[in-house]
C-alpha cells in the first residue's frame, strides 16, 4: 500500500522561507559589512560597540548602546532611511525630521522662539555694550525658511524671523547699532543666496550683506565685478540633507569669492584649544574639506573658540562674536580690517575680557543667523564681568 | 527588549526560534542502565531567553519576577502535597495572592499612596522604598531611581499571570505543574511577558506539556506577527506623532479642531499599539506552539460602553470577571451588590493601567456608564440606529482616553474645556496644517480600525484561494521591509505601557 503523501503547502513554506530570510541575511550582512565610526551622511559619530561590565548592564547603557550600535551600522542604513523618505514624499508629506522639504530646497521647520530666554541674550548684549566703549553692531540674519517662507506647506508652522528681529533690534540699547539686512535678503530671493541643501547662505548672501552693512560700519565695499568667483565646493550636501536624506532637490555649489592684486591675508591663526598655542595657516580656505562632505567647513575650518585673520590691510581691528554663518562673511573684511577675530560664545566659559582684550578692538560686530539666536544661550555670557 | 525593535528583530527572534524549532521538547540523557535524565529541552529554553529578554529592559528587577514565579511554584506544590488540608491551602493562596498583590503595591502604588497621604494629611513621608534604593545605590551604585520608585516593566502582567495559577488551582479548576522550569516558562515566555495579552494558566496548561510546531503553524505566526509590527510601526508610531505634539501644547491657547484632532490620534495610536503587540504576541506564540486567547475585536465597532469592553484588551476583563468580579457574588446577589460589585471591579481595572487618579476616575467613568447602560440605557440603544450606538460608544471611548492620557485631572479637564473651544478658535492654523499634512494616515487609521480588511481577507480564502495563498508572504515581505526602513530612522518609537 501506498503511504499517503503529505502535501507540501508551498505558500507557507514561501513564507517562512522569506520571513527568516530576511531576517537572517540582514543580520549577518549587518555583521560583517566594514564599519563606519563616522556616518558622514547624516553627519554624526556612530555608536562604539559597548564594553561590557557589570554596571553598564545594571543601568542599562549596555543595552541601549547595542541597540544604538545595531540600528547605526544595520546593513544598508542609508538605503533604508532614503526609502522612508522616498515613500512618505511621494505620499504627499512635506516634513521629515524637522525640516520642510520644498520644491526646490529644503528648509528649517522653526518653531515659535522662547522670549524669556531671547531677553536674557538681549540684556546681556545691552550689558557688554555699555561696559565697552566700542561700538557694537548687531547683524541678526533671516534664514531660508523666513527668506522663502512664501513656498511653505500651507499652515505650515514657522516662526516669524522678521518679526524676531525686529524684536531683538527694538529691545537692544541705544548703544547697540543694529544692521538690518532683511530687506536686502529678501529683495535678492530670486538670486543663490541661501544654499538648498544646507543651513547656511553662500558666499553671494554673505556678500550681499557685508554690502549692505558698509555704510553703517563704515567702509566702502569693494563691488562684486571685482571678484574671481571659484566654484570651489561641486555636489555640495549640507545639513539640512543629513537630516532628510531627500535625493529631490538639486545639490549645491559651494562659492569662493578671489580678489586678486588687494590686500592679502597673512596670517590665520586658529585657537581650537584654550591653553594651546594658536594653529597658524596661510589662507582662510581650508581646502581639503571640499573634498569631504562637510564642505562648508572650508570657510575657516569647524566651528572653534577663536580664529584670528590678518591682513596686509591697515584698517582697524574688528571682534566678530558669531556662529557659523560669520565663516564666509569674514574673508570679505579682510579688506577693511587689519586685523579680525572671531570668537565663539559656545566655546567661552568666563568673562570675555579673560579670554582676549576686548579694549583692543575698534569694533565689535554680533553676527548671528536668527535661528540660532533664537535658541542661543551662550550670547547671554557676555554679560560675563561687565 | 521591545518587539519593534532591530535587536529583536533581527537578532533575538530568528536566533532563538531556529534553535527552538529544531529542538525536540524533550532530551533523554542516559545516566548509566535504565536511567535517564529528561531534560524539557524547549520549556528551558523559553525560560533561558525570557529571563534574557526581560532582563534586557529590567536587568536588576528581574529579580523580582524570579522571586516571584518561586513563591507561586511553591505554593502550587504546597497546595497539591496538603491536598486534604483545607486549611493549609487556603494559607498557600492567601501567600501567594498576598505576595503579588504586595509586589505590586510596592513597585508600582507605593509612591501613589504615599503622595497622597502625605497631600491629604500635610505631611512629608518619604516613601520606604525610595530609602531603600538610596541605600543601595550607597553600596552598589546601581544607579536606581531615587526620586520616583521606577516600575518593573510587565509587573501588572506577570503577577496577574502568576495569581491566575494559585486561584485556579485552588479552585481545582487546573492541575499542579510540577515541573519548575515548566511553571517559570510559563511565567517568562516573552512573547506576552511585557505587554499582554493576559493569558491565564488555564490557557497554555496543556501546550506547556506538549506542543507541535510545524510549517503551518510558523506561517500563521509569522502573518500575526506582521500584521501587529505594522499596527505598531506604520500605523500607531505615526499618527502618535501627532498626539506628542498636541499634548505637549498649552490647553487655553489650543483651538477646538487641534484638540481633538490631538486625542483622535492618541485613540487610534493606543489601539494600534495595544492591539499591534497583543498580534505579535499571538504571532509569535503560534511560532513557539502556543495558542494565546485573542485580545482585541475591533472594539471601535461597538454599539455600547459594554460592548466595547468585550471587545477591548478581552483578556484583562476576562481576568477581572473571573478573579474579582464572580467571587465578589457577580450579578447573583441582588441589584445593591452588583452595582457594588461592578464599581470594585471598575475602580480596580481603572487603577491597574496606572497609579494616578486619572486612572482611578477612568475606570468609575467606565463603570457608571456600564451601570447606566445596565439599568436601561442599554436596551434604549439597541434599538437606536446602529451608526448613533457606535458613535455614541466611540465618542464615549475619545472622552476617556482624554482622562487616561493627560497626566492630571486638572489638564484633563482644561483639555475638554479646550475640545469645546475655550481656545478660542474652532480652527486655526495648526489644526489645518495638522489635518491636511496627515488626512492619510488618519484615514488609513479609520479602515484598518473597521473588519474591512478582514472580509477582504475572508472572501479570498473562500473564492479566491490561490491568489490569498501567495498574498500572505507578499504582505510579510512588504511588512518587512517597510518597518525595518521605519525603524532603522526610528526618532520616534514609544513604549507605551510602562505605566501598567
Known sequence: MLKKKKRLNLPNLITCIAFFGILIFMAVMTIVLPKQDFLEMENKYAEKLPKFSAKAVFNRTYM???????????????????????????????????????????????????????????????????????????????????IYADELPENAPSADQKEFINYVYRNLSRSVNTIDVYPVM???????????????????????????????????????????????????????????????????????????????????????????????????????????????????G????????????????????????????????????????????????????????????????????????????????????? | M?????????????????????????????????????????????????????????PFYVVIMLFSTLIDYTAGRMMDKFDDRPKIRTICL???????????????????????????????????????????????????????????IGISFYTFQSMSYTIDLYLRKIKVQKSFIGFTSYVTLFPQIVAGPIVRYEDVAAEIEDRKVNIGKISEGIAKFSKGLAKKVLLANNIGIIWTEVKAMDYSQISAATAWLGILAFTFQIYFDFSGYSDMAVGLGKMLGFNFPKNFDHPYLSKSVSEFWRRWHITLGTWFREYVYIPLGGNRRGMAKTLRNLLIVWALTGLWHGASWNFVVWGLYYGILIIIERVGFGKILEKLPSAVSMLYTFLIT????????????????????????????????????????????FIICIFAS?????????????????????????????????CTSYLVDSSYNPFLYFRF
Not at chain 1, 587689519?338 to 569694533?363: A, E, F
Not at chain 1, 554680533?366 to 554679560?383: E, P, Q
Open chain 2, 450 to 482: 473597521t473588519t474591512i480588511f478582514g472580509k477582504l481577507a475572508a472572501f479570498l480564502r473562500k473564492k479566491k484561494r490561490l491568489i490569498y495563498a501567495y498574498a500572505v508572504p507578499a504582505a510579510v515581505v512588504c511588512v518587512m521591509l517597510l
Open chain 1, 64 to 146: 541601549n548602546k547595542t541597540e544604538n550600535y545595531i540600528s547605526d551600522h544595520f546593513a544598508g542604513r542609508i538605503g533604508w532611511i532614503k526609502a522612508r523618505t522616498v515613500l512618505e514624499t511621494s505620499l504627499g508629506k512635506r516634513e521629515r525630521n524637522g525640516i520642510y522639504i520644498l520644491d526646490d530646497r529644503l528648509v528649517e521647520k522653526i518653531p515659535e522662539p522662547d522670549y524669556s530666554s531671547v531677553d536674557k541674550a538681549i540684556a546681556a548684549i545691552n550689558k557688554f555694550a555699555e561696559g565697552n566703549d566700542i561700538p557694537v553692531f548687531t547683524m541678526i540674519v533671516p534664514t531660508s525658511a523666513e
Open chain 1, 186 to 300: 529678501f529683495s535678492n530671493r530670486d538670486d543663490y543666496i541661501y544654499y538648498r541643501t544646507d543651513h547656511h547662505w553662500t558666499t553671494k548672501g554673505a556678500y550681499l550683506a557685508y554690502a549692505a552693512a558698509g555704510k553703517k560700519m563704515g567702509y566702502d565695499p569693494v563691488p562684486l565685478e571685482l571678484f574671481d568667483v571659484e566654484h570651489a565646493g561641486i555636489d555640495f550636501i549640507g545639513t539640512f540633507y543629513s537630516k532628510t536624506l531627500y535625493d529631490g532637490v538639486e545639490k549645491d555649489i559651494m562659492d569662493i569669492y578671489h580678489l586678486n592684486g588687494e590686500y592679502q591675508v597673512t596670517e590665520v591663526a586658529v585657537t581650537s584649544d584654550f591653553g594651546k598655542d594658536p594653529e597658524i595657516y596661510e589662507s582662510m580656505y581650508f581646502r581639503e574639506y571640499l573634498d569631504k562632505k562637510d564642505k562648508y567647513a572650508a570657510f575657516l
Open chain 2, 94 to 152: 492567601i501567600v501567594s495572592v498576598c505576595m503579588n498583590i504586595g509586589l505590586l503595591a510596592v513597585f508600582k502604588y507605593s509612591d501613589f499612596i504615599f503622595d497622597t497621604v502625605n497631600s491629604v494629611f500635610g505631611t512629608d513621608i518619604t516613601n520606604p522604598v525610595i530609602l531603600a534604593n538610596r541605600a543601595i545605590n550607597d553600596i552598589y551604585n546601581f544607579g536606581l531611581s531615587e526620586d520616583k520608585v521606577a516600575l518593573p
Open chain 2, 398 to 441: 475619545v472622552f476617556g482616553w482624554v482622562l487616561f492620557d493627560t497626566d492630571s485631572m486638572g489638564k484633563a479637564w482644561q483639555f475638554f474645556k479646550a475640545m469645546f473651544g475655550a481656545g478660542g478658535s474652532f480652527a486655526d492654523s495648526t489644526a489645518k496644517y495638522i489635518f491636511s499634512s496627515n488626512i492619510l494616515i
Open chain 1, 302 to 386: 569647524t566651528n572653534v573658540p577663536i580664529v584670528e585673520i590678518k591682513s596686509e590691510n591697515s584698517g582697524g581691528k574688528l571682534l566678530i562674536i558669531k556662529d557659523s554663518y560669520a565663516h564666509c562673511y569674514a574673508p570679505f573684511l579682510t579688506q577693511h580690517y587689519s586685523d579680525i577675530t572671531l570668537v565663539d560664545m559656545r566655546y567661552i566659559n568666563m568673562s570675555l575680557n579673560k579670554v582676549i582684550d576686548v579694549s583692543g578692538y575698534d569694533q565689535i560686530l554680533i553676527l548671528y543667523n536668527a535661528s540660532s539666536f533664537m535658541t542661543d544661550t551662550d550670547i547671554r555670557k557676555l554679560g560675563y564681568g561687565q
Open chain 2, 2 to 58: 521591545v518587539f519593534s525593535s532591530l535587536t529583536f528583530l533581527y537578532y533575538f527572534l530568528p536566533i532563538v526560534l531556529i534553535v527552538y524549532i529544531f529542538l525536540p521538547n524533550r532530551i533523554a540523557v542516559p545516566l548509566g542502565k535504565e536511567k535517564s535524565l529528561v531534560i524539557p529541552a524547549r520549556n528551558l529554553l523559553i525560560l533561558l531567553t525570557g529571563f534574557f529578554f526581560y532582563a534586557w529592559g529590567e
